[in-house]
């Protein structure tokens, strides 16, 4: 494990979310704790267990790692959050349950998100008061959020 220290933001409701969760699942990967967001990551410890008598000690220290880091991993959100975001989601009780609650929160696909969205690429104009690499950088957010939110914009368009 990376003993370097390297800090998220913390996100306050406010800012680009897509962009806040790149950087928590690269911060969580760099600490090695990405494991706990893979499907087949607990399946796996438990049958670890079922496991003759001879690896049911190996098997058991797997479990317990990997519970510690199920712990490190959501200790790690947690303090990625602003305190009136945590508010929302500190009932779930594992990392992948708030990062899925706070999917639901933050990358609402309503109709209404979506018609915003279409209306601000198709309203879309470079502004003189930033630079070529700034109006670029904002059309390519609100392409990356139309894509998040799975609206087919026409080539023609």
Known sequence: MSSARIEVEKYDGRGDYL???EKLEAHLDILGLSVVFREDGG???VSDLEASNEEDKDAEAKL???EEKKK???STIVL???DRVLRKVKK???AVSMLKALDNLYMSKALPNRIYLK???YSFKMSENLSVEGNIDEFLHIIEDLDNMDVQVADED
Do not use: H, V
């Open 19 to 21: 962009m806040w969760k």
């Open 43 to 45: 399946s796996k410890k």
């Open 64 to 66: 317990e790692a990997f």
């Open 72 to 74: 490190r991993a959501r």
């Open 80 to 82: 990625s959050l602003a």
């Open 92 to 94: 779930e009780k594992t």
């Open 119 to 121: 209306q601000k690429l």
